[in-house]
């Protein structure tokens, strides 16, 4: 099963990223998001651990990319791969939990810069070993 692609040729405001879980799409999802802001392949030199909450699915795959731009607009770090990711559901509330590798983004080149993830065009879906998630992002 492929990672993430763009599903229209040429246009990259939007993208899937699959999973057998809602972890493992959520963990493809950050790929498909910096394939968008490098095309070079990001050396594993740094680990960022972090975590988010939110009451909904779609609200925390929001908080969990935004978290991810954030890196890259206050630490200048750019994530390679997605080395452990969890999701769990206590109550009404959802929690995610991460640790990504990658580097300085000095002496990478960029491809796009990626303002914030849109609502537009986002969805998740989920059956018994597939998980589909389409994310919009503004440039």
Not at 20 to 44: H, M, P, Q, W, Y
Not at 90 to 102: I, M, T
Request: proline share 1%; glycine share 6%.
């Amino acid at each position: 099963m492929k990672k993430f692609e763009f599903p229209e040729p040429g246009v990259d405001d939007k993208f899937l990223a699959y999973g057998e879980t809602l972890a493992e799409a959520f963990g493809n999802c950050a790929l498909g998001l910096f394939a968008i802001i490098s095309k070079d392949r990001v050396a594993l030199k740094k680990t960022k651990n972090f975590s988010v909450r939110a009451g909904n699915k779609e609200k925390l795959l929001y908080e969990f990319l935004e978290k991810l731009l954030s890196l890259v607009d206050t630490e200048n770090f750019l994530v390679g791969i997605v080395k452990k990711i969890s999701i769990t559901q206590k109550e009404d509330l959802y929690f995610l939990q991460v640790e990504v590798e990658g580097d300085s983004a000095e002496g990478y080149e960029w491809y796009m810069r990626v303002r914030r993830i849109t609502s537009k065009h986002c969805f998740i879906k989920e059956s018994l070993h597939l998980c589909i998630i389409q994310v919009g992002v503004e440039m």
